[in-house]
């Protein structure tokens, strides 16, 4: 079976520093890997997603990640965090042909001003 | 293109009721999804319809069920509510091109409360 962990529950970062934001996922096949945003009292957004060719995959607002196989890791990055980007981020893991998401716990990502 | 729509947004219940949320997905997607969200399970998936079948079921009991109508809008809806059924439901819908996993866009979610 998959799954999805995402280190850390809560990350903080200072206003125009780095955001790194971990996904390690576990699959005997193949996947398909996915970052969500969710704002408050909203659903989801797609950031960007990861399905085959090249790993390293730009989403919107300037959020990026790289699928790294032999390390089973599909960390998301920013290079400057914006107070917009303050909100809780999914990664998320499926497979060709099954539409079930199967979701991490979830990042809180607080930026300090 | 609008998005997917969930109605309603907040619905209160009581325990024992039932209830009873809609789903309206992106105009020319198939496939609907239904996922379940509590600060204490997180994200879980409950079930997806394609063409009016239930193609993927998750561990849920029975008292949570859905359907697909003919112009792929759906429904689910929870029997005999329990305090625990409080969360926030989400549907999401996605193309189903059938060459690959598709994007799944997600609705706003229904607040569902139990008391």
């Known amino acids: 079976a998959q799954s999805v962990t995402q280190l850390g529950s809560h990350v903080s970062v200072s206003e125009g520093a780095l955001v790194l934001l971990r996904c390690n996922y576990s699959?005997?096949?193949?996947?398909?890997l996915f970052w969500y945003v969710q704002y408050p009292n909203q659903g989801l957004q797609l950031l960007l997603k990861?399905?085959?060719?090249?790993?390293l995959v730009k989403g919107i607002n300037g959020f990026e990640a790289e699928f790294k196989k032999s390390e089973t890791s599909f960390h998301l990055t920013k290079p400057s965090a914006h107070m917009s980007d303050a909100a809780e981020y999914f990664c998320a893991v499926s497979f060709f042909g099954n539409e079930k998401l199967t979701f991490g716990t979830g990042t809180r990502l607080t930026i300090i001003p | 293109k609008a998005g997917v729509t969930q109605t309603p947004r907040y619905l209160i219940k009581t325990r024992g009721q039932q209830v009873t949320l809609s789903c309206s997905p992106i105009s020319g997607h198939r496939s609907v999804s239904w996922y379940q969200q509590t600060p204490g399970q997180g994200l879980q998936f409950l079930f997806e319809?394609?063409?009016?079948?239930?193609?993927n079921k998750g561990n849920f009991p029975g008292r949570f069920s859905g359907r697909q109508f003919s112009n792929s809008r759906s429904e689910m809806n929870v029997s005999t509510l329990e305090l625990g059924d409080s969360a926030l439901y989400l549907c999401a819908s996605s193309l189903y091109s059938g060459e690959e996993t598709d994007t799944q866009y997600f609705g706003p979610g229904t607040r569902l409360t139990v008391l």
């Open positions: 319809y394609f063409s009016e079948t239930q193609r």
């Open positions: 990861y399905t085959t060719g090249a790993t």
């Open positions: 699959s005997s096949v193949p996947p398909y």
